[in-house]
């Protein structure tokens, strides 16, 4: 089965630091797309950054970046310059095939002033 | 520009009762999915459509059925709700999983 885990549950930063929230999947599949999902206290989920699995180059989106390591099954998301509304739980996401996604329990983070 | 609209936002049912959740799109997707969002468990899926006139089964479909007449729409129902169907539930479209889900704004349901 395939599946996407997330091991830190929550993490807590000081605004403007740097944080990274880790992601591993499994798959036995070549090519597939990987997604960070922001969902902040507002419920609403918000598409964060995307990764195509056949692509070496890591996706950047302003301050959101990732480390994708394919052979390691690792999908990290870099927050730099953390901002107050920030605070959201991160939702990793991976192709499941059949035009579906399975997502990780998610880590809550915050950011403190 | 709606999106993905779900109506209700919130909801109470009694152990038993029945209801319906609706999900519309403006976007002309193709794919509508159902998830369910549970403390320390993120999303699941629920069910799924791939196309107008198609459903199939996701991760936990028991006790939930759906059906996908119009293409703009995907309706999700609970025959008889049990308190383990308290949850968040989301539904979420696409044109295709390389652009990822567009999702509604959820429906809080509560089973007593």
């Known amino acids: 089965a395939q599946t996407v885990t997330q091991s830190q549950p929550e993490m807590s930063v000081q605004e403007a630091e740097t944080v990274t929230l880790s992601c591993t999947y499994d798959?036995?599949?070549?090519?597939?797309?990987l997604f960070w999902y922001k969902q902040p206290p507002s419920r609403q989920m918000i598409l964060v950054i995307r990764?195509?699995?056949?692509?070496?180059q890591n996706a950047t989106e302003n301050r959101f970046s990732v480390n994708f390591q394919k052979a390691a099954k690792s999908f990290s998301l870099k927050i730099s310059d953390s901002q107050l509304g920030d605070t959201a739980m991160y939702f990793c996401?991976?192709?499941?095939?059949?035009?579906?996604?399975?997502f990780g329990q998610g880590t809550r983070l915050t950011i403190n002033p | 520009n709606a999106g993905v609209t779900q109506t209700p936002k919130f909801r109470v049912l009694k152990t038993g009762q029945s209801m319906t959740l609706l999900c519309a799109q403006d976007?002309?997707?193709?794919?509508m999915y159902w998830y369910r969002q549970d403390p320390g468990m993120g999303l699941r899926l629920i069910h799924y459509?791939?196309?107008?006139?198609?459903?199939a089964k996701g991760e936990v479909p028991d006790g939930y059925n759906v059906s996908r007449l119009k293409k703009q729409n995907f309706l999700l129902g609970l025959e008889s709700a049990a308190p383990s169907q308290t949850s968040v539930y989301f539904c979420?479209?696409?044109?295709?999983?390389?652009?990822?889900?567009?999702f509604g704004s959820g429906t809080r349901l509560t089973v007593v």
């Open positions: 979420a479209s696409s044109s295709g999983i390389s652009y990822g889900y567009t």
């Open positions: 996401a991976f192709e499941q095939g059949a035009q579906k996604l399975v």
């Open positions: 798959t036995s599949e070549s090519n597939y797309y």
């Open positions: 990764q195509e699995a056949y692509k070496q």
């Open positions: 976007m002309n997707h193709e794919y």
């Open positions: 459509s791939v196309g107008e006139g198609t459903t």
